[in-house]
């Protein structure tokens, strides 16, 4: 099998030459696409520097789901992997990949593809990830991880790429459109991916309002305006206020924050639930994809090819 790895990056040079370095390592016989969006720190100079890269689009949208479909454009493997630039892949990532891409599903699924654990680099050690899977209306979703994971190109293909409406949840939203159309997303511990970060834990102020539209609009897009769609969206808004309100007690925030939070959860929800309708009405394939990968040709701006 040809393998394509499309790595999307963002103002992040000095991560990235860290990942295509690992790449290089651990999967030399890979395809490599580097999507670069609009970096101001010598992102471009640096990926035409190297000789590892085969092909570096350039995009002019701050969107992880256009640099997605923009790799998936230029890829010619038949089978796509997307790793994140913040990450490193690991000793046995790409047989772990081949592996579990070529395996047969026992449940009667097709196999659209593999994905793994994150290990993440701590002070006090290294943390890990467990595979995430629940079953949503009859649907066995797998989630993954959209900074590590390959597709079978006709299962990528299969439910038109990434949905370019949202900025966050991408991955989410296609584990959802994945299980609609039963391809199974397998899960592989040797699969495994590395991030090293800072002592803070990385931690970054949330987005409530579009994290809260985000999943407002991918439940109801796949789902409908059902009872166990409202007690989702629901119940996430309660387990986040209640562990703000913890915040507040514990004077890590301020009253009027977790108000402000509560108003941005409250009008993102509403805002995602309604544009989520309105793509389920605009595209009533299982796909569910208004907004992929084949509905434009004009995400490059420049494109550096170096394959023969």
Same mark, same amino acid.
């Given at each position: 099998?040809?393998?394509?790895?499309?790595?999307?990056?963002?103002?992040?040079?000095?991560?990235?030459?860290?990942?295509?370095?690992?790449?290089?390592?651990?999967?030399?016989?890979?395809?490599?696409?580097?999507?670069?969006?609009?970096?101001?720190?010598?992102?471009?100079?640096?990926?035409?520097?190297?000789?590892?890269?085969?092909?570096?689009?350039?995009?002019?949208?701050?969107?992880?789901?256009?640099?997605?479909?923009? +790799?998936?454009?230029?890829?010619?493997?038949?089978?796509?992997?997307?790793?994140?630039?913040?990450?490193?892949?690991?000793?046995?990532?790409?047989?772990?990949?081949?592996?579990?891409?070529?395996?047969?599903?026992?449940? !009667?699924?097709?196999?659209? +593809?593999?994905?793994?654990?994150?290990?993440?680099?701590?002070?006090?050690?290294?943390?890990?990830?467990?595979?995430?899977?629940?079953?949503?209306?009859?649907?066995?979703?797998?989630?993954?991880?959209?900074?590590?994971?390959?597709?079978?190109?006709?299962?990528?293909?299969?439910?038109?790429?990434?949905?370019?409406?949202?900025?966050?949840?991408?991955?989410?939203?296609?584990?959802?459109?994945?299980?609609?159309?039963?391809?199974?997303?397998? /899960?592989?511990?040797?699969?495994?991916?590395?991030?090293?970060?800072?002592?803070?834990?990385?931690?970054?102020?949330?987005? /409530?309002? /579009?994290?809260?539209?985000?999943?407002?609009?991918?439940?109801?897009?796949?789902? !409908?305006?059902?009872?166990?769609?409202?007690?989702?969206?629901?119940?996430?808004?309660?387990?986040?206020?209640?562990?703000?309100?913890?915040?507040?007690?514990?004077?890590?925030?301020?009253?009027?924050? /977790?108000?402000?939070? +509560?108003?941005?959860?409250?009008?993102?929800?509403?805002?995602?639930?309604?544009?989520?309708?309105?793509?389920?009405?605009?595209?009533?394939?299982?796909?569910?994809?208004?907004?992929?990968?084949?509905?434009?040709?004009?995400?490059?701006?420049?494109?550096?090819?170096?394959?023969?």
């Amino acid at each position: 099998m040809d393998v394509s790895v499309v790595v999307p990056t963002l103002n992040g040079r000095e991560q990235l030459g860290a990942c295509l370095d690992a790449l290089a390592a651990n999967a030399p016989a890979a395809e490599v696409v580097v999507v670069n969006g609009p970096s101001a720190d010598g992102t471009s100079g640096m990926v035409r520097d190297r000789d590892d890269v085969d092909v570096l689009v350039e995009i002019d949208e701050r969107n992880i789901n256009v640099a997605r479909n923009a +790799g998936l454009d230029r890829a010619s493997g038949d089978v796509i992997a997307f790793v994140d630039y913040s990450l490193a892949v690991e000793d046995g990532w790409f047989t772990a990949l081949r592996e579990g891409i070529a395996a047969v599903p026992t449940d !009667g699924d097709h196999r659209g +593809g593999v994905t793994g654990p994150t290990h993440r680099q701590l002070r006090a050690g290294v943390t890990t990830e467990n595979e995430e899977v629940r079953e949503i209306r009859g649907r066995e979703v797998r989630y993954f991880n959209g900074g590590n994971v390959a597709f079978r190109r006709e299962a990528i293909e299969g439910i038109d790429g990434f949905d370019e409406y949202l900025r966050t949840g991408g991955a989410r939203d296609a584990a959802h459109r994945l299980a609609g159309l039963d391809y199974e997303v397998a /899960w592989r511990s040797g699969m495994c991916v590395r991030r090293e970060i800072e002592a803070d834990g990385g931690r970054k102020e949330r987005d /409530w309002r /579009w994290r809260y539209r985000s999943l407002a609009y991918r439940l109801v897009k796949n789902y !409908g305006f059902r009872p166990g769609v409202v007690y989702r969206l629901l119940r996430h808004a309660g387990t986040d206020a209640v562990e703000g309100l913890r915040g507040v007690a514990s004077g890590d925030r301020s009253p009027s924050s /977790w108000l402000a939070s +509560g108003r941005d959860v409250v009008r993102g929800g509403f805002r995602g639930a309604a544009e989520g309708f309105l793509a389920r009405l605009r595209d009533r394939d299982p796909r569910r994809n208004p907004s992929g990968w084949s509905r434009r040709t004009d995400r490059a701006v420049t494109v550096d090819d170096r394959r023969g």
